[in-house]
C-alpha cells in the first residue's frame, strides 16, 4: 500500500496500521518498534513519515493520473490493509464487534481496545485503520489458508463437466443433502501451505473415516464446507481464551457465506449471529477516502445506507449435533498435530 501511494503521489509516507502489518509496530509504546529495526540492523531513517490513514497524503501525480486515466491532482486521502479495509467496509470499527470473511481464505478480525495477544503467537494482532494516540483500535486477526480455494477445487476437480455441475449453488444444494457431521466424514482444510493456527505447521489436507459404502459426492462437499466452519471456530477458540467473546459477527454477502449451509452451520458452531452486508472492501476504500478528504461531516456519515441484507441466527436444534461433529473434527485434527 505505501509502495502504491508513493507511486500514485510522489510522496514517501506509511500509518501505524501499515507498520503494524510489517512487524514493526510497538504497540506498547505506540511507536515503530526499535527493538525489531535493531535486531535486523535496520535504520530508524529509513522509516518514512507516519501519517493518520484518514488524512490527504499526497495528490495524484501527472504520470499516475495519465497511466490511471484520471486527472491529476485528485487527493489520496485513504489507505489499508485488505483486513482492516474490509472490516472498515463493514462498519466493524469499535470493541466487541467483529469482521469476518470467506474467500481464497477465511478471516476472523475482532476489534478491540487492549493489548490483546496469544502467547504462541497464532493470532495476529494488528493496529486499526481508525486508531489515534487518544483511542486505542487493535485487531485481532485469525486466519485459515485453505477456505474458499477448498471449495473451488472441489469445483473444478471433483464435480462433472455439465452446466448444473460446476455451479456452487448446485454444490451447496448437493451438500444439504447429507446430514450434519457427514455421516462421520471429516475433512481438514489445510491444503494451502503452512497455518498459523497450527503453530507454523504445514500438515496438508485431508480427509478421515471415508467409507466406501456410506459416502456419496454430496457428503464430501458438505465435510468441506463443515471443515472450514470448524477449522474458524478452533481459531475462535484461541479467541475465547484470549477474552474475546463473539456474539455478532458481520460479513460481506458473498462467497462462502452465499451457501445456506455455510452460513448456518458457522453461526451454530460459533454460537454468534452473522450479519451479511451487500458490500465489499471496494466500498470500504471509497468510504475510507471520503473520511479522509473530510466529503462526510463525521466519519459516521460515511455508512449512511449500509444495511444488513439478512442475518443468520444460530440454530439450537442443530447445536448438539454440530457440537458432536466439532469434537470429532477435533479429535481427528490433533492426531495429525
Not at 501505524?16 to 506498547?28: H, M, V
Not at 466493524?92 to 469476518?100: H, K, M, R, S
Not at 457465506?257 to 460459533?270: I, M, N
Not at 471496494?282 to 449512511?304: L, M, N
Amino acid at each position: 500500500g505505501d509502495y502504491i501511494a508513493m507511486q500514485m503521489t510522489g510522496e514517501i509516507t506509511t500509518t501505524a496500521s501499515g507498520l503494524s502489518e510489517g512487524i514493526l509496530w510497538d504497540f506498547r509504546c505506540q511507536q515503530p518498534a526499535a527493538k525489531i529495526l535493531e535486531y535486523y540492523d535496520i535504520s530508524p531513517a529509513l522509516l518514512p513519515a507516519l501519517v493518520p490513514a484518514f488524512s490527504p497524503q499526497g495528490r495524484l501525480s501527472r504520470e499516475a493520473a495519465e497511466a490511471l486515466g484520471l486527472k491529476s491532482g485528485v487527493p489520496v486521502c485513504y489507505r489499508g490493509g485488505d483486513q482492516p479495509n474490509n472490516a472498515l467496509s463493514l462498519k466493524v470499527l469499535n470493541p466487541g464487534e467483529v469482521a469476518t470473511t470467506a474467500g481464497t481464505s477465511g478471516v476472523v478480525a475482532a476489534v478491540t481496545d487492549t493489548l490483546s495477544y496469544d502467547s504462541q503467537s497464532r493470532v495476529n494482532t494488528f493496529v486499526h485503520v481508525n486508531h489515534t494516540p487518544q483511542q486505542m483500535r487493535n485487531i485481532v486477526l485469525l486466519c485459515v489458508n485453505g477456505t474458499g480455494v477448498l471449495n473451488s477445487w472441489l469445483k473444478h476437480h471433483f464435480m462433472g463437466n455439465g452446466p448444473a455441475e460446476v455451479s456452487y449453488q448446485h454444490m451447496n444444494e448437493l451438500a444439504a443433502q447429507a446430514p450434519v457431521g457427514s455421516d462421520g466424514l471429516v475433512m481438514l482444510p489445510y491444503g494451502n501451505g503452512a497455518e498459523r493456527l497450527l503453530g507454523n505447521r504445514d500438515i496438508s489436507a485431508s480427509v478421515h473415516g471415508w467409507n466406501f459404502n456410506v459416502h456419496t459426492r454430496s457428503h464430501f462437499l458438505r465435510a468441506a464446507q463443515e471443515g472450514i466452519v470448524f477449522a474458524l471456530n478452533y481459531g475462535f477458540d484461541i479467541l475465547r481464551k484470549m477474552g474475546i467473546e463473539v456474539k455478532v459477527a458481520r460479513a460481506g454477502d458473498a462467497n462462502l457465506f452465499l451457501s445456506p449451509l455455510f452460513g448456518k452451520a458457522f453461526a451454530t458452531v460459533t454460537g454468534a449471529s452473522v450479519e451479511l452486508y451487500n458490500t465489499d472492501g471496494s466500498q470500504g476504500a471509497a468510504r475510507g477516502a471520503g473520511i479522509g478528504a473530510e466529503i462526510y461531516k463525521t466519519p459516521g456519515e460515511a455508512f449512511i445506507g449500509l444495511q444488513s441484507t439478512r442475518v443468520v441466527e444460530p440454530d439450537s436444534k442443530l447445536a448438539a449435533a454440530y457440537e458432536a461433529a466439532y469434537q470429532n473434527w477435533i479429535q481427528t485434527l490433533e492426531r495429525q498435530l
